[in-house]
């Protein structure tokens, strides 16, 4: 799974990382683990892909799992 059509989430933990995997999995959600990006300054080396349009479907299942993350990259403000 690569391409521009994908959101990634990082993790401060090896744990979380595969935790969230498990989550998504779990859920339905396609998930690849891959090496987190170095400018994402994530704690863990591990990062997880989704296509863009179930960005939403995973965020909410590892909220209400209790898994932390960050997406890479940010969310930009607006003007």
Do not use: H
Request: aromatic share 6%; with cysteine; net charge negative.
């Amino acid at each position: 799974m690569t391409g521009p059509g994908l959101q990634t989430f990082v993790f401060d933990t090896t744990n979380a990382a595969l935790w969230a995997e498990e989550v998504a999995k779990a859920s339905g959600i396609p998930v690849e683990v891959v090496p987190a990006p170095a400018a994402s300054r994530a704690k863990c080396d591990l990062a997880l892909v989704t296509p863009r349009t179930r960005e939403c479907d995973l965020a909410e299942a590892l909220a209400e799992a209790g898994v932390t993350y960050r997406r890479w990259p940010p969310e930009e403000d607006g003007p």
